[in-house]
């Protein structure tokens, strides 16, 4: 059975940084892209998620959300299945829930994975909860 554990989240304040992790199991083979993503505040409903990090291990290709470039650190520990993502300078527009997500069927490419596909992921994680207060 697959399985995406988000951990990480949090109480920091504003210039702070956390460190997210992403555990993955149960895939019976490599998923096409996996990605983080996030909901703002009082947007549970609407079921908006902002694509800030989609990653490709077929190809290697990556995309990053401009609110994001400079602000934060990917990295991956195969052995452990864990993608990290590490956000430093949080500022309160960051809080919200974050996303973890793997694609294993229609695949396009990172950037639509992360702005334009309607289901962007086929699994997702339960999320893990940032707030950033001033």
């Known amino acids: 059975q697959v399985h995406l554990v988000e951990s990480g989240g949090g109480l920091v304040h504003a210039g702070g940084s956390l460190r997210l992790a992403c555990t993955t199991s149960g895939f019976p083979g490599s998923y096409k892209a996996i990605g983080w993503f996030r909901q703002a505040p009082g947007e549970e409903n609407e079921g908006v998620r902002e694509?800030?990090?989609?990653?490709?291990?077929?190809?290697?290709?990556?995309y990053y959300a401009d609110s994001v470039v400079g602000r934060f650190t990917i990295s991956r520990d195969s052995a452990k299945n864990t993608m990290y993502l590490e956000r430093n300078s949080l500022r309160p527009e960051d809080s919200g829930t974050y996303y973890c997500t793997a694609k294993t069927t229609r695949f396009l490419s990172v950037r639509n994975m992360c702005v334009a596909d309607p289901v962007p992921g086929d699994y997702w994680g339960q999320g893990t909860q940032v707030t950033v207060s001033s």
């Open positions: 694509g800030i990090y989609c990653y490709s291990p077929t190809d290697g290709s990556t």
